[in-house]
């Protein structure tokens, strides 16, 4: 390996030059890397503050270098770039043992790259280019990790490390790990937290603690190796070290992984995925999964709760029926905010096709209103004075309009007094009065209340029983 260094250096300058100017040419520009670039997690809260959901394309929450534990910080250097605040961008004496391994084992596997090069690999080359192991590709490398160290402050390189890279599981950045892991800020992580979390960055899908038992006992063993190697530059001491592997970080680690729910609580689930559409459809989905939106809701998690309840209990009372789902709205009269949302009596039952939103919330689409606009049929009969409380209806007739209708029971009271039919909600009634004042009628008079939404169905059926 000397006589090649040797014979290289012999090249001379104009040489050299020339291997520069050449894997230089169209080297991406570093002008514009900063945390503010990375894709962070977007969360969505109740109107207290309390979280209901978190939506990303990379999970990850972008914090400053002085939010991230100087224990995980310490233990990153040492795992990952020993020499990080003396090199240069790259360690030249690393990167000659790791070529002459390589070379000696036929291999591409070692390395040798900084932290700085790690954040070039990640961060600043397409993604062709950071999975490609070729000589020129690591040159390119090199060249991007030294203008770097000229242009930004070894904090701010580590910031980006440490805000950029993937440590498993969907945790992308420190603060995402603390969390995913631990429960914890990244500015909470300890000396035994830093060194399980500093080792996951190698290789996270190997090194899964909430994986297969091979995945556990890998994700252990690189702890071990992370331990041995902060004793080695003195960061820890050896019975500090032999204290934190033999603790029940990972067994306690695991377990709370485990008590927690699932992603998507079905508790809140239609209702989130009102507001994802919404914001799908005003903003997009970058800004959605990618801007680290906190978008606070007027959803309230006690109220919903209990809107949950009373969905379930009402389904259970009348399953004997068949019924077996149900839905809720809870709405403020005074200015429409949404307090609770129920959409079904279970999300995540297919059998009754759970996931549908029977409340009607579609923010792409039409919202059906369902019998409750049978009273604004009748209120505008009534305001116009076509019809009194006592007036008999017709719940005989099934064909009105071209359109064959029933009632919920399947029978025909014949005629009615609207008093009767409005309390025992009858469909034929209400469409033979839709039908006999006008839909324009009806139209009008809730416009005078302040709707302002089309009303009339998108297949032109009269809309007065949903």
Not at 49 to 65: C, D, M
Not at 193 to 208: E, I, M, T
Not at 343 to 365: C, E, K, V
Request: charged share 20%.
């Amino acid at each position: 390996m000397l006589i090649v260094i040797s014979a290289m250096s012999l090249v001379g300058t104009g040489a050299t030059i020339g291997i520069v100017d050449y894997f230089a040419g169209d080297l991406p520009s570093i002008d514009s890397i900063q945390t503010a670039s990375l894709s962070q997690t977007t969360r969505i809260l109740d109107r207290n503050g309390s979280l209901i959901e978190v939506l990303y394309h990379e999970n990850r929450t972008v914090v400053p270098l002085s939010k991230i534990s100087v224990h995980l910080q310490r233990a990153t250097i040492d795992t990952e770039d020993r020499t990080f605040y003396a090199n240069s961008g790259v360690d030249y004496r690393r990167l000659v043992i790791a070529i002459a391994y390589d070379l000696t084992h036929r291999t591409g596997a070692l390395g040798g790259s900084t932290i700085t090069e790690q954040v070039v690999k990640n961060d600043v080359l397409d993604t062709t280019e950071a999975q490609s192991r070729t000589v020129s590709r690591k040159f390119r490398e090199l060249l991007l990790a030294e203008e770097m160290e000229r242009r930004y402050t070894k904090q701010q390189i580590l910031e980006l490390y440490l805000n950029s890279i993937n440590y498993g599981n969907g945790a992308y950045g420190a603060e995402a790990a603390a969390e995913t892991y631990f429960q914890v800020h990244a500015s909470e992580v300890t000396w035994a937290q830093a060194s399980f979390l500093a080792g996951l960055p190698q290789a996270p899908s190997d090194y899964d603690p909430f994986g297969t038992p091979d995945q556990v006992q890998a994700a252990t063993d690189r702890w071990r190796d992370v331990l041995s190697g902060m004793v080695a530059v003195g960061d820890l001491s050896l019975l500090v070290a032999d204290g934190i592997y033999g603790s029940d970080l990972v067994t306690r680690m695991v377990a709370a992984h485990k008590a927690r729910p699932a992603a998507h609580n079905p508790l809140t689930a239609h209702f989130v995925d009102y507001i994802e559409q919404y914001i799908k459809q005003r903003y997009g989905d970058v800004a959605l999964y990618e801007g680290g939106l906190t978008i606070t809701t007027t959803l309230d998690l006690s109220t919903q709760a209990t809107a949950d309840k009373w969905v379930k209990a009402g389904v259970n009372t009348y399953a004997r029926r068949g019924v077996n789902t149900g839905a809720m709205m809870v709405m403020n009269p005074a200015d429409g905010e949404i307090l609770a949302m129920v959409g079904s009596a279970n999300y995540n039952n297919a059998s009754i096709r759970g996931q549908i939103n029977l409340t009607g919330m579609d923010p792409l689409g039409w919202r059906g209103v369902g019998s409750s606009f049978k009273l604004y049929t009748y209120a505008a009969a009534l305001q116009a004075g076509l019809v009194t409380p006592a007036s008999l209806l017709n719940d005989q007739t099934g064909v009105i309009g071209g359109h064959s209708f029933s009632d919920w029971d399947g029978k025909h009271e014949g005629y009615i007094p609207l008093r009767t039919a409005l309390a025992q909600s009858r469909n034929l009634p209400a469409l033979w009065t839709y039908s006999q004042e006008g839909g324009d009628r009806v139209v009008s008079f809730l416009h005078n209340l302040g709707v302002t939404a089309p009303i009339q169905s998108p297949d032109g059926r009269m809309p007065c029983c949903g």
